[in-house]
Nanobody, 125 residues
Framework: QRQLVESGGGLVQPGGSLRLSCPASGFTFDNYNVAWFRQAPAKEREAVSCLNTNSEITLTNDGLFTIARHNAKSKSEVFLQIDSLEPEDTAVYYC???????????????????WGQGTQVTVSS
């Protein structure tokens, strides 16, 4: 069974940092482009960053988010480091994936068919 399971969310003060992780299982992780999306209350889901099978990154913002992947048969994961968090970063963060080889990853949600359940990030003082 193909799975992505996010963790690492929580309550953090403005200016703080979080590192989200998303272990993958049940599929050939090396062949998947992966991404992080987020959805704030009453807003549409939006892409944060994605990473293709060659570890080429596509960003949507000024680099406050750092995406990384660890490809290993023993444990495959995708990470998201978020720095300088602000209240407007409060959202549910999702990791997602779709099978591809070599092409740049897409920031549209449409090709992503594998999704985690999400992890809540709340930024508040």
């Amino acid at each position: 069974q193909r799975q992505l399971v996010e963790s690492g969310g929580g309550l953090v003060q403005p200016g703080g940092s979080l590192r989200l992780s998303c272990p993958a299982s049940g599929f050939t992780f090396d062949n998947y482009n992966v991404a992080w999306f987020r959805q704030a209350p009453a807003k549409e889901r939006e892409a944060v960053s994605c990473l293709n099978t060659n570890s080429e990154i596509t960003l949507t913002n000024d680099g406050l988010f750092t995406i990384a992947r660890h490809n290993a048969k023993s444990k495959s994961e995708v990470f998201l480091q978020i720095d300088s968090l602000e209240p407007e970063d409060t959202a549910v963060y999702y990791c997602a994936g779709y099978a591809d080889l070599g092409r740049l990853c897409q920031l549209s949600a449409s090709p992503y068919f594998l999704w985690g359940q999400g992890t809540q990030v709340t930024v508040s003082s």
